[in-house]
């Protein structure tokens, strides 16, 4: 699986933002995809995540009500939209594949494929 992330920008505060994620390879029978974030020194952390049917999804509690995840399968893009963006949102964000776990994962390890990250830079 290969994925290109895109779609960062500087932005202020209250502004919104879509991310895209667009994927190639998919192997038989789908694969979760989940937007993580990395923040200068400190260490990456869970956003937003969704199952390959859509039945499972997952938001990390600082952006839940904020951000919203979507695929679009024809296109083969996931989507991570983003709005009422706050300084602390400031990061590069990765879009990650796991296509081992029967269950969505909110954690680093059991996801094998990474996008290249885009900047988000949110002003005060």
């Known amino acids: 699986v290969q994925l290109q992330a895109s779609g960062g920008g500087w932005v202020q505060t209250g502004d919104s933002l879509r991310l895209s994620c667009a994927s190639s390879?998919?192997?038989?029978?789908?694969?979760?995809v989940s937007w993580f974030r990395q923040a200068p020194g400190k260490e990456r952390e869970f956003v937003a995540g969704?199952?390959?049917?859509?039945?499972?999804?997952l938001y990390a509690d600082s952006v839940e009500g904020r951000f919203t995840i979507s695929r679009d399968y024809g296109k083969s893009t996931q989507y991570l939209d983003m709005k009422d963006l706050k300084p602390e949102d400031t990061a590069v964000y990765y879009c990650a594949a796991d296509i081992k776990s029967p269950t969505l994962s909110s954690y680093v390890y059991p996801y094998e494929y990474w996008g290249q990250g885009t900047l988000v830079t949110v002003s005060s």
């Open positions: 969704s199952s390959w049917s859509g039945a499972q999804i």
């Open positions: 390879g998919r192997p038989v029978g789908g694969y979760a």
